[in-house]
T-cell receptor, first 113, second 113 residues
Framework: AQSVTQPDIHITVSEGASLELRCNYS??????LFWYVQSPGQGLQLLLK??????LVQGIKGFEAEFKRSQSSFNLRKPSVHWSDAAEYFC???????????FGTGTRLQVFP | DTGVSQDPRHKITKRGQNVTFRCDPI?????LYWYRQTLGQGPEFLTY????????KSRLLSDRFSAERPKGSFSTLEIQRTEQGDSAMYLC???????????FGSGTRLTVV
């Protein structure tokens, strides 16, 4: 069955520090992979996506993610975190046929000044 | 392109009452999705439409839930005889499909008291 695991429920970093949020997926074929960000009480905003091709994908707000098939991972990174990055981050895998998304449980990012 | 609109943003209802939510997708998007998100969890798939056809329903969608998309435009999600366990954020999203990304609405937060 398709699934997404985000092992870190809560991460705290200092502003300006680097960030890596982990995501592992289970899917029977080459997956569509996504990272979304959600601010409190808001809908989800797409940060970046991987469909095929280059395994290092660039997204908005300075985020990037790397698809590693051998590790079934799609970790999100940012070299220098800003206070405005504090939010909930969700990794998701997409179904080819239906475009249905399976989400992880999310990682809450807290940023200290 | 005005994005995906959801109405209302918030709904408080008494247990046992019926509620209906509306979603207006991006006009050229033929696929429309409903997700439910409870506190501390990622969104969970409920159902989706391609044009006016409802193609898949999750086991999460009990008999008390019904969704429609007349004429392949806006969609409604109705919950009959609401229960406290129905309290959640209900998210709508639309896409053109074929490797394109979702656009999510801001959601309707339902509180059943």
């Amino acid at each position: 069955a398709q699934s997404v695991t985000q092992p870190d429920i809560h991460i705290t970093v200092s502003e300006g520090a680097s960030l890596e949020l982990r995501c592992n997926y289970s899917y029977g074929a080459t997956p569509y992979l996504f990272w979304y960000v959600q601010s409190p009480g808001q809908g989800l905003q797409l940060l970046l996506k991987y469909f095929s091709g280059d395994t290092l994908v660039q997204g908005i707000k300075g985020f990037e993610a790397e698809f590693k098939r051998s590790q079934s991972s799609f970790n999100l990174r940012k070299p220098s975190v800003h206070w405005s990055d504090a939010a909930e981050y969700f990794c998701a895998v997409g179904d080819y046929n239906t475009d249905k998304l399976i989400f992880g449980t999310g990682t809450r990012l807290q940023v200290f000044p | 392109d005005t994005g995906v609109s959801q109405d209302p943003r918030h709904k408080i209802t008494k247990r046992g009452q019926n509620v209906t939510f509306r979603c207006d997708p991006i006009s050229e998007h033929n696929r429309l999705y409903w997700y439910r998100q409870t506190l501390g969890q990622g969104p969970e798939f409920l159902t989706y439409f391609q044009n006016e056809a409802q193609l898949e329903k999750s086991r999460l969608l009990s008999d008390r839930f019904s969704a429609e998309r007349p004429k392949g435009s806006f969609s409604t999600l109705e919950i009959q005889r609401t229960e406290q366990g129905d309290s959640a954020m209900y998210l709508c999203a639309s896409t053109r499909g074929a490797e394109t990304s979702y656009t999510f609405g801001s959601g309707t937060r339902l509180t059943v008291v």
